[in-house]
Antibody, heavy 119, light 103 residues
Framework: DVQLVESGGGLVQPGGSLRLSCITSGFTFTKYWLAWVRQTPGKGLEWVANMAEDRSVAYYADSVKGRFTISRDNVESSLHLQMNSLRAEDTAVYYC????????????WGQGTLVTVSS | EIVLTQSPGTLSLSPGERATLSCRASRSVGIYLAWYQQKPGQAPRLLIYDASNRATGIPARFSGSGSGTDFTLTISSLEPEDFAVYYCQQRRDFGQGTRLELK
């Protein structure tokens, strides 16, 4: 079975940093793009970033560009999100997702990890 | 960026009824639109991709249609487990969701 398990969330002060991880199993990691998507409490979904299967390219939402960095370890089959200069509006559940097709369909998701930015 | 507008915001129906959810794109997206279901405390689940193709394991009561700017998700006969929030997605843009609630 395809599995994605996020970790690393928690409470952080504004301006602080946090690194999220997503450990995957059950599929050939190096064949898929992967993405981070977040959901603010009680609200909708927001795509955050994604990365190509070979790490050749990554894209970011304007809201996180310059502050967040997506990376992947193709040996450990893991995805990461380094989040710096965190703001209150970054408070959300962060999901990692496996991406399929040319139009970024997200076929498998982790259970999410909660990031709370507050003083 | 494409703006996806879903309607209605909330839909109140009973089990056995037919549900029709709409997603309108700010410009044409061809057939490249997906639908997701999200239940409380759970991650979204892909239901439909390329406007009308059911994802693996999705029951036949779920169907999608449309192209260009107007898309529809139809649930032919609601089961108790179908009451949830539904989102449409086009690449990196999501709609704001339609809450399907028990009447």
């Amino acid at each position: 079975d395809v599995q994605l398990v996020e970790s690393g969330g928690g409470l952080v002060q504004p301006g602080g940093s946090l690194r999220l991880s997503c450990i995957t199993s059950g599929f050939t990691f190096t064949k898929y793009w992967l993405a981070w998507v977040r959901q603010t409490p009680g609200k909708g979904l927001e795509w955050v970033a994604n990365m190509a299967e070979d790490r050749s390219v990554a894209y970011y939402a304007d809201s996180v560009k310059g502050r967040f960095t997506i990376s992947r370890d193709n040996v450990e089959s893991s995805l990461h999100l380094q989040m710096n200069s965190l703001r209150a509006e970054d408070t959300a559940v962060y999901y990692c997702a496996r991406v399929w097709g040319s139009y970024d369909y997200m076929t498998h998701w982790g259970q999410g990890t909660l990031v709370t930015v507050s003083s | 960026e494409i703006v996806l507008t879903q309607s209605p915001g909330t839909l109140s129906l009973s089990p056995g009824e037919r549900a029709t959810l709409s997603c309108r794109a700010s410009r044409s997206v061809g057939i490249y639109l997906a639908w997701y279901q999200q239940k409380p405390g759970q991650a979204p689940r892909l239901l439909i991709y390329d406007a009308s193709n059911r994802a693996t394991g999705i029951p036949a009561r779920f169907s999608g249609s449309g192209s260009g700017t107007d898309f529809t998700l139809t649930i032919s006969s609601l089961e108790p487990e179908d009451f949830a929030v539904y989102y449409c997605q086009q690449r990196r843009d999501f709609g704001q969701g339609t809450r399907l609630e028990l009447k």
